[in-house]
């Protein structure tokens, strides 16, 4: 157990709305990670975090920002919430990011967007 | 930009059966890891090889790596239904920890 929570673990919103996701970290790592997970395309990364305040985009950055203010805390979010953003998205952390590093991920969010 | 394609993307076999799944690219990658996924679940890492050529085996699992460092496969002997799941392979490259993910492969054992 990597302890990483997310939050909420289900959202239904309607499309042009915000939506903030969370994950919660509690071993101090320093890299942690955004991925969203659809049929067919394995999980693919939107943002990802090498410590606070230091944050970079990964293939499907488009449509999300994120912020790290804390260590323990990275957070997603969709400024304007569209149906193509329906998805399972799901935060991991790394231990160390050296070759044959491991992720360890937390158990999802499933969105949808009405 | 770096591409890894799964194969096949769904399997369903009977229980005693053999598989392999396949993870191809044109990319060299650091180290390729294997990932299991139950529903509802993030995936769970399985193994990781990061030498070519390099073979690891856990219970009837056996993973290779390509000497290339291109390709990996996963190949299961005798499935059981306790393997139905989303096998994921995924590429590291460079030192931020990202990593690129294969389609994944649906597995479905059937007693």
């Known amino acids: 157990d990597a302890g990483i929570t997310q939050s909420p673990r289900h959202k239904v919103t309607e499309t042009g709305t915000p939506v903030t996701l969370r994950c919660h970290q509690t071993?101090?790592?320093?890299?942690m990670y955004w991925y969203r997970q659809d049929p067919g395309h394995g999980l693919r990364l939107i943002h990802y975090?090498?410590?606070?305040?230091?944050?970079d985009k990964g293939e499907v950055s488009d449509g999300y920002s994120v912020s790290r203010s804390k260590t323990e805390d990275f957070l997603l979010t969709l400024e304007s919430a569209t149906s193509s953003q329906t998805s399972v998205y799901f935060c991991?952390?790394?231990?160390?990011?050296?070759?044959?590093?491991?992720?360890?991920f937390g158990p999802g969010t499933r969105l949808t967007v009405l | 930009t770096q591409l890894l394609e799964q194969s096949p993307q769904f399997l369903s076999i009977q229980e005693g059966e053999n598989l392999t799944v396949y993870c191809n690219s044109s990319?060299?990658?650091?180290?390729l890891q294997w990932y299991r996924q139950e529903p509802g679940e993030g995936p769970v890492l399985l193994v990781t090889?990061?030498?070519?050529?390099e073979v690891k085996k856990l219970k009837r699992l056996t993973f290779q790596f390509g000497d290339a460092r291109k390709d990996s496969s996963l190949h299961i002997t005798a499935a059981q239904p306790g393997d139905t799941g989303l096998y994921l392979c995924?590429?590291?490259?460079?030192?931020?920890?990202?990593?690129?993910f294969g389609q994944g492969t649906t597995l479905q054992v059937k007693p």
């Open positions: 991991a952390i790394t231990r160390t990011p050296d070759p044959g590093n491991e992720q360890f």
């Open positions: 990319s060299v990658f650091s180290s």
């Open positions: 975090s090498y410590g606070v305040k230091d944050t």
């Open positions: 995924a590429g590291a490259w460079g030192n931020t920890g990202k990593l690129i």
């Open positions: 090889v990061v030498t070519g050529g």
């Open positions: 071993e101090n790592h320093r890299y």
